[in-house]
């Protein structure tokens, strides 16, 4: 019998935090494991989490994810989770130590991008981050509207 091989796809994403691209400039990407319980998997896996005011930080030499709400699981008993507790981030320890130096001497902040599914594990992707000024969105707004504009008007050359 024939193996039936999966077509490559990519991981799927539980939620993104839009806003996060248009209020801080990102300067470097990583990706960190969670550390969560059953109930908060479960739920994570029905599609349910806000990264709205969700940020990272480091506390006593560990990283950890401050404002998730993820929601309590309906089907779970007794043992649910509260929707906006602290969640441990699993990196390496020199990683915490390079972003140490980063947070306390350039001004940066830990903001999560994406929660999403790798395998069976659920990870998110931080971003090293310096906040944004108003003057500066306006000017992100501005070069977003120009590419759009040349885009539009291109596109109809194309085909």
Do not use: C
Not at 8 to 16: E, F, G, K, L
Request: cysteine-free; aromatic content about 6%; glycine content about 6%.
């Amino acid at each position: 019998m024939a193996k039936t091989s999966k077509p490559a796809s990519t991981d799927p994403v539980i939620a993104r935090n839009r806003k996060a691209r248009f209020d801080f400039a990102i300067e470097e990407t990583f990706e960190a494991g969670i550390a969560l319980t059953g109930s908060e998997v479960k739920s994570l896996r029905q599609g349910r989490a806000s990264l709205v005011d969700a940020y990272a930080r480091i506390r006593k030499g560990e990283l950890w994810l401050e404002g998730l709400h993820i929601p309590p699981y309906l089907e779970a008993s007794y043992a649910n989770h509260e929707p906006l507790r602290s969640r441990k981030l699993l990196v390496h320890r020199h990683q915490i130590r390079e972003l140490l130096v980063a947070l306390e001497a350039k001004g940066f902040t830990l903001v999560p991008l994406k929660l999403y599914f790798k395998g069976h594990m659920v990870k998110v992707e931080l971003g090293l981050a310096k906040g944004r000024k108003h003057h500066d969105k306006r000017q992100a707004i501005a070069t977003r509207e120009a590419k759009r504009e040349m885009d539009r008007e291109s596109a109809p050359r194309r085909r």
